[in-house]
């Protein structure tokens, strides 16, 4: 139900926008999520959106540098990477599930989108 996008190669410093195209109820009424996960290290939450938009989670090392967004016409999350830095080097992953609440922890996270990566070098 979830499809990411948009990962790449950047240079630091540079810019990347994730996108999750859902398809399926859930979208429109439910909390959206990025997770990210480094090579030999645990999957962590990098941002949140609340069901109803007003309400936005970051990781601190992310914050000021990543946005996140949705289109609910599109039925689509972004997530708009600006200054990157090389320890943002990850799988990236979409998440949602059928609560409203915005939060970094991945526990309620029901459906899962397959994953895109992002390198970022020096």
């Known amino acids: 139900q979830l499809q990411a996008s948009g990962g790449g190669l950047a240079q630091a410093g540079g810019s990347l926008r994730l996108s999750c195209a859902a398809s399926?109820?859930?979208?429109?009424?439910?909390?959206m999520g990025w997770f990210r996960q480094a090579p030999g290290k645990e999957r962590e939450g990098v941002s949140s959106?609340?069901?109803?938009?007003?309400?936005?989670y970051y990781k601190d090392s992310v914050k000021g540098r990543f946005t996140i967004s949705r289109d609910n016409a599109k039925n689509t999350v972004y997530l708009q990477m600006n200054y990157l830095k090389p320890e943002d080097t990850a799988v990236y992953y979409c998440a949602t599930g059928h609560f409203a609440e915005a939060t970094l922890n991945e526990a309620p996270y029901a459906y899962w989108g397959q994953g895109t990566q992002v390198t970022v070098s020096s």
């Open positions: 959106l609340s069901s109803s938009s007003s309400k936005t």
């Open positions: 399926g109820r859930v979208f429109s009424s439910s909390v």
